[in-house]
């Protein structure tokens, strides 16, 4: 039976010489694994790549999975970050104007590095980072729920928790799908066109 990879870091950096180490480490794996793969992606290559010793690389991480698993946890901060400073943003907003400026976000969270985001898409079964997904995403949910009680007399009669499930996953699926098969559609010239029609996709299904 082949063995678990170990994806948990085996400490956490907290003096600033080590958080610049971690982070060329991390940095390095991404740009590793956009250009040559998750396969090439040994750790000697990373740390070459990072500037950092071997040794320095085990200190922190026990395999190249665990630099991965980091990778898309950075990611995945980064977008949620994103994410709530777009919510608070539109808080007081009314839906349509709301609604346009978070398929925006989601877009060009997107857009950001669409490479290493197809990448990553990739490696979460192989990391084992479903749990972490999830835990972002019901944070998108619990915000978004936010703020559809607070435009309560804007929708029509619909079951909140389910309409936020709705419309964020629905906000995802365009992003996602565009990024890993159509990125023709994230293109200067079409990207507008794609925020108009997922707009009025999402708002036409709450009022």
Not at 70 to 88: E, F, K, S, T
Not at 153 to 173: G, P, Q, T
């Amino acid at each position: 039976m082949a063995r678990k990879p170990l994806t948990k870091p085996r400490k956490h950096a907290s003096q600033e010489r080590s958080r610049a180490t971690v982070d060329a480490l991390i940095e390095a794996t991404a740009r590793i694994l956009v250009r040559e793969g998750f396969d090439k992606a040994s750790t000697n290559r990373i740390a070459e790549k990072a500037g950092v010793s071997i040794g320095s690389l085990y200190q922190y991480f026990p395999g190249k999975e665990a630099l991965v698993a980091a990778v898309i946890d950075r990611h995945n901060q980064d977008i949620m970050q994103v994410v709530r400073r777009a919510l608070a943003e539109v808080a007081s907003q009314p839906v349509e104007k709301a609604v346009r400026r978070l398929v925006s976000v989601a877009i060009e969270a997107h857009r950001i590095d669409p490479k290493l985001h197809r990448v990553l898409a990739e490696q979460i079964p192989r990391t084992g980072r479903f749990e972490h997904v999830e835990a972002f995403n019901r944070e998108a949910y619990a915000l978004f729920i936010a703020y559809l009680e607070d435009h309560r007399s804007e929708l029509r009669a619909i079951d909140l928790e389910l309409a936020a499930f709705v419309c964020a996953n629905s906000i995802e699926a365009v992003a996602h799908t565009a990024v890993l098969h159509h990125p023709e559609m994230l293109s200067n010239e079409a990207v507008g066109k794609l925020v108009d029609e997922t707009t009025r996709m999402v708002v036409g299904y709450l009022q």
